[in-house]
Nanobody, 121 residues
Framework: QVQLVESGGGLVQAGGSLRLSCAVSGSIFRINAMGWYRQAPGKQRESVATISSGGSTNYADSVQGRFTISRDNGKKMVYLQMNSLKPEETGVYYC???????????????WGEGTLVTVSS
C-alpha cells in the first residue's frame, strides 16, 4: 500500500525557516510529479510548489524566491525549504505525488495526511 508521510512541521517565528520532508513508501513503479499544498484555517487547500519527475519546478507567486522544492528520486522523497516565513502561511502542509503502480499504465494521485506549520508574529 502506498503511503506518503510528511514531517518537519512545527512552530517558528516570523522570518524563520523550516524544511518539510515527505517520504513515499510502498510498491511503486514510478513517481511522476510531486507537490506541496497548504490549507490555512478556514480556507481552501492551495498549491505551494510542484516538481516534475525531471526536476522542473513551479511555485505560487506568494512563495517565489523564498521557498524551494526539491526531490530525491532514489530515496522517494520530496522536500520543501521554507525561508522568511510569514504568519499568514500558518496551516497544514500536504505533499502529493502522482504514482504509477507496477503493472499500471497511468498515475494515481496520492496525498499525505499533512504536517502543521505555525508561524508566530
Amino acid at each position: 500500500q502506498v503511503q506518503l508521510v510528511e514531517s518537519g512541521g512545527g512552530l517558528v517565528q516570523a522570518g524563520g525557516s523550516l524544511r518539510l520532508s515527505c517520504a513515499v513508501s510502498g510498491s511503486i513503479f514510478r513517481i511522476n510529479a510531486m507537490g506541496w499544498y497548504r490549507q490555512a484555517p478556514g480556507k481552501q487547500r492551495e498549491s505551494v510548489a510542484t516538481i516534475s519527475s525531471g526536476g522542473s519546478t513551479n511555485y505560487a507567486d506568494s512563495v517565489q524566491g523564498r521557498f524551494t522544492i526539491s526531490r530525491d528520486n532514489g530515496k522517494k522523497m520530496v522536500y520543501l525549504q521554507m525561508n522568511s516565513l510569514k504568519p499568514e502561511e500558518t496551516g497544514v502542509y500536504y505533499c502529493n505525488a502522482d504514482i504509477v503502480l507496477p503493472g499500471r499504465g497511468y498515475g494515481i494521485l496520492y496525498w499525505g495526511e499533512g504536517t502543521l506549520v505555525t508561524v508566530s508574529s
